[in-house]
């Protein structure tokens, strides 16, 4: 997760109900529904799959090229996961227009 020196995050989530694809490995994907996403990262709320901090996955977003993360941390019901590389800035405006999704800062 990325962090300034205060330990507050780099990039805004913003909340979102967005459904996404998770690919745990070449022949496990499961369907996810995305709670926040930010340029660094997202939360998975209310999976049934679990998930482990530090698995490596690919998460597949609307019509974004699939996205190479891991699981950063696991709380309740939600799975936090960092991009390996941070999404360009304008990507989540950009889904928000495409999709007609209501996008409110976290």
Request: a positive charge; charged letters at 25%; glycine letters at 10%.
């Amino acid at each position: 997760m990325l962090h300034n020196d205060t330990g507050d995050r780099l990039n805004k989530r913003r909340t979102v109900l967005l459904q996404a694809r998770c690919r745990k490995s070449r022949w496990h994907v499961v369907p996810v529904e995305l709670g926040d996403i930010s340029q660094g990262g997202c939360s998975i709320v209310g999976s049934a799959e679990s998930f482990v901090p530090g698995e490596q996955l690919q998460l597949r977003i609307a019509s974004l090229r699939p996205i190479d993360a891991h699981v950063r941390w696991l709380q309740g019901d939600r799975v936090g996961v960092e991009f390996r590389v941070a999404l360009k800035g304008r990507v989540i405006e950009e889904l928000a227009e495409l999709y007609g999704i209501t996008i409110a800062t976290a």
